[in-house]
């Protein structure tokens, strides 16, 4: 499975952003998807993550209420959409996939799939 991760700009504090993320090769069987960030100097944070069927999802506090991650099976790919951006949300911003089972959907350790990331900042 290849991940790759688009929309990442500079935007005003108070902006908004659309992160997209394509998977490609063998993912009909991806289970859980997730949003990760890491700042220089700092562990990988988990943002937020949503299973298969797309009904359930998790965040981060720090995001909860800004940040709603989305899924499209048919196309493969899964959506960050970021408002009411801070200046502390600047970060590369990682998408990682999972086929086995997940049991902490914000936890890095769980995922084997990751892509090269796009930065955010604000």
């Known amino acids: 499975v290849q991940l790759v991760e688009s929309g990442g700009e500079s935007v005003q504090a108070g902006g908004s952003l659309r992160l997209s993320c394509v998977a490609s090769g063998a993912t009909q069987d991806i289970g859980c998807m997730g949003w990760f960030r890491q700042v220089p100097g700092l562990e990988r944070e988990g943002v937020a993550a949503i299973f298969s069927g797309g009904t359930r999802t998790y965040y981060a506090d720090s995001v909860k209420g800004r940040f709603t991650i989305s899924r499209d099976n048919g196309e493969n790919t899964v959506y960050l959409q970021m408002n009411s951006l801070k200046p502390e949300d600047t970060a590369m911003y990682y998408c990682?996939?999972?086929?086995?089972?997940?049991?902490?959907?914000?936890?890095?350790?769980?995922?084997?799939?990751w892509g090269q990331g796009t930065q955010v900042t604000v």
């Open positions: 990682a996939a999972e086929f086995r089972m997940v049991r902490r959907p914000l936890g890095e350790y769980e995922y084997n799939y």
